[in-house]
């Protein structure tokens, strides 16, 4: 299994790593590692309004992407290792045999870790979410591993108010974490982990190297998709909200409808759901309560 070690911090061009490497790819099997800065990262199908609390990542500087593959909204930050699998669909391609690798790897070091779904849990606690998406030929599975991650963070951003929100999004289903280090038998770094989890998947095989060609298209993949609030936000499946006397429509991100009690609102029509243009119309609608509206619908 070829090999790469990832080692740029920026969200959006190891997203646009690895879906180049779906589909450009060489035919072979590929393993990959990388951590990235803090960061969101919701399912190709989720509403993140609906799944995390945009206030709290705009004050703390965290930024909120989409990845190619369905599953649940998931927290990053170096801690937060995170590994790729691509491999043709001619194999099997079911999650078991992808969770195998990781969960096998993670029990070479005495972690007592064990598949549940699309989950690695270790005990009651998850330590490993993953999701997969597919081309033609190839599957990417993917998942995070939480080697030392900053768990309060990670409750304090990814949890949503859903209750508010009528769509067809996916949601995220909530699991008790943990962190892997302390469960190991020898205490290791996070360098040390990422140094034995290539060891144990490469066998023979040697790393994948990119040339200047493959990171000139990753970059424009990285600037042109998984930077562009089109495709983070843009793509959020249709949804009503409904908060007091809030209400309001959206289709691809735009409100569609707004109003407020029996004040209909026709300025926001239209309007980007981005916290800082609905301020600037909102604040001289309504200048006493603007700000509980805003925490209504972004908080």
Known sequence: ??????????????????????????????????????????????????????????KRGVEIFRRCSGGGAVYHDRGNINYTIISSRDDETGYGRFLAYAAGFLNSLGAGAYPEGNMIKIGDFKVSGNAQANSQTRVLHHGTLLFECDLDTLSELTQGSRTKFTSKAIKSNPHPVTNIRPHLTKDLSAEEFRSLFIDYMKGADTELILDGTDMVQIGELAETKYRTWEWNFGRTPDFSLSAGPLKAQTHRGRFTSFSVGNRDCPGMTGTRLIPEESEEILKDLFPSTYKDILNAIYN
Do not use: H
């Not at 589909?23 to 990959?32: A, L, T």
């Open 1 to 58: 299994m070829r090999f790469l070690d990832l080692r740029s911090d920026d969200p959006a061009v190891c997203l646009a790593t690895e879906e180049y490497l779906l589909m450009n790819g060489p035919d072979e099997d590929i393993f990959m590692l990388w951590s990235g800065r803090p960061s969101v990262i919701c399912g190709k199908f989720q509403n993140p309004f609906e799944e995390v609390s945009l206030t709290e990542c705009r």
